[in-house]
C-alpha cells in the first residue's frame, strides 16, 4: 500500500507538470501569435497599397464609351492591379450622398465628369513610381486630371517602415522572453526532481540513462503545450474571421500552418534543450550543492 508521503510526492508533482504545462502553453500561444502576424506583415502592406487609388477625370465633353476604351489600354499596362469606372450618375449619386440632393439645382449642367478609379501593384505604390504611372495615365487628351494620391502614399510607406521596425524589435524581444520564461519552469519541473538524479547516479546510472526519461517527458511536454498553443491560436482566427471577414481575406490558411509549425518547433526545442542542459549540470553537482 503506498505511503501518503509518496501519493503527495506524486500529487505535487502532477500539480507542477500541470502548472508548467499551463504556463507554456500561454507562452507558446504568444509566439505563435508575433510569429503570425510577422508572416503576414508583407500581406497586409500589398493590402493596404493595392487599396489606394489613383483618380483618373476626364474632360467634360468625354463619353462612357471614351472612357472605355481608355480603361482598355489601362488595363493592359502591366502595373495596374485593377480598374473601375466611375458614370456621371454614380458620382452624382455619391455627391448627393454628401452634399445634399439639391446641390445640382444650381447648375445648367452636371459638373461631375466620368471619371476612373485605378489602383496598382503593391511594389509600384512609390512616390518615384507614381510620377510615372501618372504621366502614363495623363496622356490622353481625354483626361483632364490625375491625383495620384502621392501625399498619402508617402505617408503610408513612412508609416509601414516604422511599424515594421518596431514589430520588429518588439518580437525579438519576446522571443527572448519566451525562451528565459520557458527555460525557468522547465528548470523548475527537474529541479524538483535532483535528488532523484542523486539517487541515479549513486547506483551508477550513466549521465545518458539518467537523461532519457526526463528528456522524453521534456519532449511529451513540449508537444502538449504546442498542441494547446496551437488549438488556441486556431480558435482565435475563426473566432476572429467570423467578426472581420474583410480582414481576414488577405490572409492565407498556409500563414496559419507556418505559425502551428513554428509554435511546435519552439515548443520541443526550448524544452527538449533546457532539460538536456539542467540534467546534465544537476548531474554533475555534488550532494551539498543540491540543497542551494
Same mark, same amino acid.
Given at each position: 500500500?503506498?505511503?501518503?508521503?509518496?501519493?503527495?510526492?506524486?500529487?505535487?508533482?502532477?500539480?507542477?507538470? *500541470?502548472?508548467?504545462?499551463?504556463?507554456?502553453?500561454?507562452? *507558446?500561444?504568444?509566439?505563435?501569435?508575433?510569429?503570425?502576424?510577422?508572416?503576414?506583415?508583407?500581406?497586409?502592406?500589398?493590402?493596404?497599397?493595392? &487599396?489606394?487609388?489613383?483618380?483618373? *477625370?476626364?474632360?467634360?465633353?468625354?463619353?462612357?464609351?471614351?472612357?472605355?476604351? $481608355?480603361?482598355?489600354?489601362?488595363?493592359?499596362?502591366?502595373?495596374?492591379?485593377?480598374?473601375?469606372? @466611375?458614370?456621371?450618375?454614380?458620382?452624382?449619386?455619391?455627391?448627393?450622398?454628401?452634399?445634399?440632393?439639391?446641390?445640382?439645382?444650381?447648375?445648367?449642367?452636371?459638373?461631375?465628369?466620368?471619371?476612373?478609379?485605378?489602383?496598382?501593384?503593391?511594389? $509600384?505604390?512609390?512616390?518615384?513610381?507614381?510620377?510615372?504611372?501618372?504621366?502614363?495615365?495623363?496622356?490622353?487628351?481625354?483626361?483632364?486630371?490625375?491625383?495620384?494620391?502621392?501625399?498619402?502614399?508617402? @505617408?503610408? &510607406?513612412? &508609416?509601414?517602415?516604422?511599424?515594421?521596425?518596431?514589430?520588429?524589435?518588439?518580437?525579438?524581444?519576446?522571443?527572448?522572453?519566451?525562451?528565459?520564461?520557458?527555460?525557468?519552469?522547465?528548470?523548475?519541473?527537474?529541479?524538483?526532481?535532483?535528488?532523484?538524479?542523486?539517487?541515479?547516479?549513486?547506483?551508477?546510472?550513466?549521465?545518458?540513462? @539518467? %537523461?532519457?526519461?526526463?528528456?522524453?517527458?521534456?519532449?511529451?511536454?513540449?508537444?502538449?503545450?504546442?498542441?494547446?498553443?496551437?488549438?488556441?491560436?486556431?480558435?482565435?482566427?475563426?473566432?476572429?474571421?467570423?467578426?472581420?471577414?474583410?480582414?481576414?481575406?488577405?490572409?492565407?490558411?498556409?500563414?496559419?500552418?507556418?505559425?502551428?509549425?513554428? @509554435?511546435?518547433?519552439?515548443?520541443?526545442?526550448?524544452?527538449?534543450?533546457?532539460?538536456?542542459?539542467?540534467?546534465? %549540470?544537476?548531474?554533475?553537482?555534488?550532494?551539498?550543492?543540491? $540543497? $542551494?
Amino acid at each position: 500500500m503506498p505511503k501518503p508521503e509518496s501519493k503527495m510526492m506524486k500529487r505535487r508533482l502532477a500539480n507542477a507538470y *500541470l502548472s508548467s504545462v499551463i504556463s507554456i502553453t500561454l507562452v *507558446l500561444l504568444l509566439i505563435g501569435v508575433a510569429a503570425f502576424v510577422v508572416i503576414n506583415s508583407g500581406s497586409v502592406a500589398r493590402y493596404l497599397k493595392e &487599396n489606394v487609388k489613383i483618380s483618373v *477625370l476626364f474632360v467634360q465633353n468625354a463619353t462612357e464609351q471614351d472612357a472605355e476604351e $481608355y480603361l482598355g489600354s489601362v488595363r493592359a499596362l502591366p502595373y495596374v492591379h485593377d480598374t473601375r469606372l @466611375i458614370t456621371r450618375e454614380e458620382g452624382e449619386r455619391e455627391l448627393a450622398e454628401m452634399l445634399g440632393e439639391d446641390f445640382l439645382d444650381v447648375f445648367e449642367t452636371s459638373p461631375v465628369p466620368i471619371s476612373v478609379d485605378v489602383t496598382l501593384n503593391a511594389e $509600384y505604390v512609390v512616390p518615384d513610381s507614381l510620377a510615372f504611372v501618372s504621366e502614363v495615365l495623363a496622356a490622353s487628351p481625354m483626361v483632364e486630371e490625375v491625383d495620384s494620391q502621392q501625399p498619402l502614399v508617402a @505617408i503610408l &510607406n513612412e &508609416n509601414l517602415a516604422k511599424i515594421s521596425a518596431v514589430f520588429g524589435v518588439f518580437i525579438l524581444l519576446l522571443l527572448f522572453i519566451s525562451f528565459v520564461l520557458i527555460n525557468n519552469m522547465v528548470r523548475l519541473s527537474v529541479f524538483a526532481r535532483r535528488f532523484t538524479i542523486h539517487t541515479m547516479k549513486l547506483v551508477g546510472a550513466t549521465k545518458a540513462f @539518467i %537523461r532519457a526519461p526526463f528528456l522524453r517527458g521534456a519532449l511529451l511536454q513540449g508537444l502538449i503545450s504546442a498542441f494547446l498553443a496551437s488549438a488556441a491560436i486556431w480558435g482565435i482566427y475563426y473566432a476572429a474571421r467570423s467578426s472581420f471577414s474583410e480582414l481576414f481575406e488577405i490572409f492565407d490558411i498556409v500563414t496559419l500552418l507556418e505559425s502551428t509549425g513554428i @509554435i511546435f518547433v519552439c515548443g520541443v526545442l526550448i524544452c527538449v534543450l533546457s532539460t538536456y542542459f539542467v540534467v546534465g %549540470r544537476l548531474v554533475s553537482a555534488n550532494k551539498d550543492e543540491l $540543497y $542551494y
